[in-house]
């Protein structure tokens, strides 16, 4: 038993070390990136866990030699840090860089995003009261390809003052992986109680699929929206997009790319704008190196399964599949929310994507880091996600009154007024 308790000491120590400082080496990324995300989104249940397990273990006889005892400390420091992490994420204020708009200022002067707590049932995976969701609806249909949505709406009666505003949410998963039933459920159900009308819109994945596909998929949804959204209680004229990391990329694309006749063959004449965009943690320029060692055009993932062209010799066609290239003085509104503890796409892919936007674009860019938060934060319905998903909502509802005003994309002052907030604890 003194060595079981050595080992769940150096276990749990070893989580916890990863939560705080997450290894971005090539042979950690990916057990770094999963445990590190288990640990700090479900940082409850683990510590409760790492309580029960190194009680037991100590009252069976684990504290009979030296390696018990040093695995009790090693695992007392592992909770603490357990503790440190469930505390951070109660305190979640998101930190908005340079956005131009009038905010709070913490003691360190760097500007601050306050956000009022939210609950979020357990799991998620369920619809919240009040929202009713239809699964399944086709919304392109070639041969034997049928592409499908859930569309999300509030329950009940329409409301009395028209057609409700839309969101798009478009899962990640590298372009291969991911469903519309494994992410944007907590932000969809919120969202859908707040009187809006959430689309999540499958698409084709790789290998089976090749770029630009997974990006004329959502065109192809964006051109049906048009033409049924109203039965769904949706305006047609009014919808925002958001996803996360490869949904992220691909938010990013569909907000940027509108009306780009290659990425609409047969429908070209359709009007494929959004009114605003949100992309989490995405991938934004696969030609330039920087927060990678190497370009992330030329990691095996995407020039072997996803554009399928050699790296070195197609550069071009992997500047089109990168939102920087599209980057125009025009471009919707963005929130681009990112971890500041990401371990498969760094903080500062973020970043220089938020920099080249705002030198071009007119509309406001806001950008959020959140402190501590992991690759994919938002799939669990932890403390953190439940701060941004009001956050987001805020955002998206101002972007919406201003819409309704006739008064154009929103200035900065606008927004930030639209996410105003009691500060959180």
Same mark, same amino acid.
């Given at each position: 038993?003194?060595?079981?308790?050595?080992?769940?000491?150096?276990? #749990?120590? +070893?989580?916890?070390?990863?939560?705080?400082?997450?290894?971005?080496?090539?042979?950690?990324?990916?057990?770094?990136?999963?445990?590190?995300?288990?640990?700090?989104?479900? !940082?409850?249940?683990?510590?409760?866990?790492?309580?029960?397990?190194?009680?037991?273990?100590?009252?069976?006889?684990? +504290?009979?030699?030296?390696? *018990?005892?040093?695995?009790?400390?090693?695992?007392?420091?592992?909770?603490?840090?357990?503790?440190?992490?469930?505390?951070?994420?109660?305190?979640?204020?998101?930190?908005?860089?340079?956005?131009?708009?009038?905010?709070?200022?913490?003691?360190?002067?760097?500007? %601050?995003?306050? +956000?009022?707590?939210?609950?979020?049932?357990?799991?998620?995976?369920?619809?919240?009261?009040?929202?009713?969701?239809?699964?399944?609806?086709?919304?392109?249909?070639?041969? %034997?390809?049928?592409?499908?949505?859930?569309?999300?709406?509030?329950? *009940?009666?329409?409301?009395?003052?028209?057609?409700?505003?839309?969101?798009?949410?478009?899962?990640?998963?590298?372009?291969?992986?991911?469903?519309?039933?494994?992410?944007?459920?907590?932000?969809?159900?919120?969202?859908?109680?707040?009187?809006?009308?959430?689309?999540?819109?499958?698409?084709?994945?790789?290998?089976?699929?090749?770029?630009?596909?997974?990006?004329?998929?959502?065109?192809?949804?964006?051109?049906?929206?048009?033409?049924?959204?109203?039965?769904?209680?949706?305006?047609?004229?009014?919808?925002?997009?958001?996803?996360?990391?490869?949904?992220?990329?691909?938010?990013?694309?569909?907000?940027?790319? !509108?009306?780009?006749?290659? #990425?609409?063959?047969? #429908?070209?004449?359709?009007?494929?704008?959004?009114?605003?965009?949100?992309?989490?943690?995405?991938?934004?320029?696969?030609?330039?190196?920087?927060?990678?060692?190497?370009?992330?055009?030329?990691?095996?993932?995407?020039?072997?399964?996803?554009?399928?062209?050699?790296?070195?010799?197609? %550069?071009?066609?992997?500047?089109?599949?990168?939102?920087?290239?599209?980057?125009?003085?025009?471009?919707?509104?963005?929130?681009?929310?990112?971890?500041?503890?990401?371990?498969?796409?760094?903080? +500062?892919?973020?970043?220089?994507?938020?920099?080249?936007? %705002?030198?071009?674009?007119?509309?406001?860019?806001?950008? !959020?880091?959140?402190?501590?938060?992991?690759? !994919?934060?938002?799939?669990?319905?932890?403390?953190?996600?439940?701060?941004?998903?009001?956050?987001?909502?805020?955002?998206?509802?101002?972007?919406?009154?201003?819409?309704?005003? *006739?008064?154009?994309?929103?200035?900065?002052?606008?927004?930030?007024?639209?996410?105003?907030?009691?500060?959180?604890?």
């Amino acid at each position: 038993m003194p060595y079981l308790l050595l080992a769940l000491g150096i276990l #749990f120590a +070893l989580l916890a070390a990863n939560a705080h400082a997450p290894r971005h080496g090539a042979l950690l990324l990916v057990p770094s990136f999963f445990s590190g995300w288990l640990t700090i989104e479900m !940082a409850p249940h683990l510590l409760v866990t790492e309580a029960v397990a190194l009680s037991l273990t100590a009252a069976y006889g684990g +504290l009979a030699g030296w390696a *018990g005892w040093a695995g009790l400390v090693l695992g007392v420091a592992a909770v603490a840090g357990t503790v440190a992490i469930i505390l951070a994420s109660r305190r979640t204020v998101v930190t908005l860089r340079e956005s131009g708009a009038p905010l709070d200022l913490d003691p360190d002067g760097a500007p %601050r995003f306050p +956000l009022a707590p939210l609950f979020v049932p357990p799991l998620c995976l369920i619809p919240r009261r009040g929202v009713k969701v239809e699964r399944n609806v086709v919304y392109h249909q070639d041969g %034997r390809l049928r592409l499908k949505l859930d569309v999300y709406s509030p329950a *009940g009666d329409g409301q009395a003052d028209g057609l409700r505003p839309g969101l798009m949410q478009i899962h990640g998963g590298a372009w291969v992986i991911g469903d519309k039933r494994e992410q944007g459920l907590p932000l969809l159900n919120h969202m859908a109680v707040q009187g809006w009308v959430g689309f999540n819109v499958n698409y084709r994945l790789s290998p089976r699929a090749t770029w630009p596909e997974h990006l004329i998929d959502l065109k192809r949804f964006l051109a049906w929206c048009k033409e049924h959204a109203e039965e769904y209680g949706a305006d047609p004229d009014f919808l925002c997009v958001t996803g996360g990391s490869a949904g992220g990329h691909l938010t990013a694309m569909v907000a940027l790319t !509108a009306n780009v006749p290659d #990425f609409q063959p047969g #429908f070209e004449d359709v009007d494929t704008s959004v009114q605003g965009a949100v992309p989490f943690y995405g991938v934004y320029n696969f030609v330039d190196a920087g927060p990678w060692p190497v370009p992330m055009g030329s990691t095996r993932l995407v020039e072997k399964m996803v554009v399928k062209l050699p790296f070195e010799e197609n %550069r071009e066609a992997y500047a089109k599949a990168s939102p920087v290239t599209y980057i125009r003085k025009d471009a919707p509104p963005f929130f681009v929310i990112h971890g500041t503890h990401d371990s498969l796409i760094p903080v +500062l892919e973020a970043r220089r994507f938020v920099e080249r936007l %705002r030198d071009v674009s007119e509309a406001p860019v806001v950008y !959020a880091e959140m402190k501590g938060g992991q690759h !994919a934060f938002d799939v669990f319905p932890s403390y953190r996600t439940a701060r941004v998903v009001e956050g987001v909502e805020r955002y998206l509802t101002g972007l919406h009154r201003l819409h309704r005003q *006739g008064t154009g994309p929103a200035v900065p002052g606008e927004v930030a007024r639209s996410l105003d907030g009691p500060p959180v604890g």
